[in-house]
């Protein structure tokens, strides 16, 4: 009896001894992961100034959500979800500096998440590199603090991505849990893409739901399948309510986006590498071939750790994330008649795994003396590549801080010509213009056509009004008889009051 019970808490004492000593491997594998999302954070409000204006697609997000702007025109291809996320500080606070802080945190914890979920999949040094490398792309710097949604699709695909291979790796009831916990986030990951962009999740998911549907596991389809839906949901009744179904909504998207159909971007795309935020039309010089190279090579050594993988059998975790990269990719440098760089983030996401993996294969590779070159080669790969990285960042976060402070001038100049709130500007960049002025913006056609030029007069007889002309342009019929003046290279027409 004596011996029975010595024995019962000899094992009682292993077990907390061994649980004791999970806990801390536990950490100390979370720790590189969470030190990359960490830095990523720092480096994002060290290299991308909080004090930096919003830019216009960030303007219409975050317009939804105050109370301080009226809100500007919501296009067929947006969706809610950047509004959703910015609302917890646009919908009381005017500060920039405070939401972009609150964006990089966010972004830093989501990267943390994303990696995490594919804890088990591959090792904690992969994890952290693949962070890193993702986190270094001058794309992901300069939008992770920005009110955008692409950063977020890219998120969601990982977390997505991750726990449904978690899901389909846990059988047996002592993983009941985990399992469990991975459809969660299976579901999680795909709402969150389709709140931000709900085309972009579909085009991410199509590899995982023929993967599901050839394991035949049917809670993993519901969770995918769900997450979709939900997060698609709002999109979808907006689409019934304002456009007629979701075939119109679709339809008039593809107009908005230049129609939609074969139409090779990838040129766009290389272009767009310097640090262009739009690229269209997408004409000019291509960057200098330092600055495309690490986007040529991607492709090469995602398909090397696809090797890699095959090689020591455990393909499906590498070839998973590659198949959503290139779905994710497909209509970005296939189907649309112009480019950003921030289009692509989510494939770049999922390639990094891969990558990160080849990368951990070369610099180990080989027989020993040949070892210490292949490292040295590796860091100096990734040395050139943080080098051009931050050239191209730094270029872009002047242009853009430069360019919104123009809005900015141009809003002060209106306020001393007596436009002021309520009120109301057309014409070039009215968008932008009209958010820093405190103004609604209208036009009358285009992409952004929300009003009427008799709207426009009525308008006029009761707030202040103003039409915007760009260089080269001419001023709309309906205010050639309103006030000139020239503000830089603008010409504001501003209508008499009453």
């Known amino acids: 009896m004596a011996d029975g019970v010595n024995a019962i808490l000899v094992d009682g004492r292993s077990g907390e001894a061994a649980k004791a000593s999970r806990t801390p491997r536990r950490l100390r594998g979370d720790a590189p992961v969470a030190a990359v999302a960490g830095v990523f954070t720092l480096a994002q409000l060290l290299l991308v100034h909080p004090s930096m204006g919003l830019g216009w697609d960030e303007i219409v997000y975050t317009s939804q959500v105050t109370t301080h702007h009226p809100a500007a025109f919501f296009s067929a291809p947006r969706a809610r979800g950047v509004s959703l996320l910015v609302a917890p500080v646009a919908s009381w606070s005017a500060s920039t500096e405070l939401l972009r802080v609150y964006l990089a945190v966010l972004s830093g914890l989501g990267l943390y998440l994303a990696l995490h979920a594919w804890k088990g999949l591959f090792p904690s040094r992969v994890l952290a590199t693949a962070g890193a490398f993702f986190a270094t792309l001058w794309v992901t710097l300069f939008y992770g603090p920005q009110a955008m949604p692409n950063y977020w699709v890219a998120i969601g695909a990982l977390i997505t991505a991750g726990c449904a291979l978690r899901a389909l790796g846990a059988p047996g009831p002592r993983r009941a849990r985990s399992a469990r916990g991975a459809l969660w986030g299976v579901a999680a990951g795909a709402l969150l893409m389709a709140l931000m962009r709900p085309t972009d999740a579909v085009w991410v998911s199509v590899p995982l739901l023929v993967l599901v549907l050839v394991r035949r596991h049917w809670p993993l389809l519901l969770a995918l399948a769900g997450g979709l839906a939900v997060g698609g949901g709002e999109w979808a009744v907006e689409a019934y309510a304002w456009y007629g179904g979701l075939g119109e909504r679709l339809q008039r998207a593809s107009e908005i986006q230049g129609g939609l159909g074969w139409n090779i971007a990838v040129d766009d795309q290389m272009r767009s590498l310097g640090g262009r935020g739009l690229c269209r039309p997408c004409t000019g010089d291509m960057p200098h071939p330092v600055v495309t190279l690490w986007w040529l090579l991607l492709p090469v050594v995602a398909i090397l750790g696809a090797v890699v993988a095959v090689r020591a059998r455990r393909a499906t975790a590498t070839l998973v994330p590659l198949a959503c990269a290139v779905t994710a990719a497909v209509p970005y440098l296939f189907l649309i008649g112009y480019a950003a760089p921030r289009f692509l983030q989510p494939a770049y996401a999922l390639l990094a795994l891969p990558v990160a993996d080849a990368l951990w294969h070369l610099a180990r590779t080989g027989r020993d003396r040949w070892r210490p070159v292949a490292a040295t080669l590796v860091a100096l790969a990734v040395a050139g590549h943080l080098a051009v990285q931050l050239s191209v960042l730094v270029g872009t976060v002047n242009g ?16 001393r010509l007596g436009v002021r709130p309520p009120c109301l500007l ?46 080269g342009g001419t001023p709309p019929a309906y205010a050639r008889d309103w006030d000139p003046h020239h503000i830089t290279d603008l010409e504001i027409r501003v209508a008499p009051p009453g």
């Not at 430069?402 to 141009?410: G, I, P, Y």
């Not at 209208?442 to 056509?449: A, K, L, P, W």
């Not at 009525?458 to 039409?467: K, W």
């Open 400 to 415: 853009n801080v430069d360019s919104r402070e123009d809005w900015a001038r141009v809003a002060d100049e209106l306020h």
């Open 426 to 471: 057309t014409g070039h960049e009215s968008i932008p213009i009209g958010y820093y002025t405190g103004c609604s913006s209208g036009s009358t056609s285009g992409n952004n056509e929300n009003t009427t030029v008799a709207e426009i007069v009525d308008t006029a007889r009761r707030i202040p009004v103003a039409a915007i002309t760009g260089p």
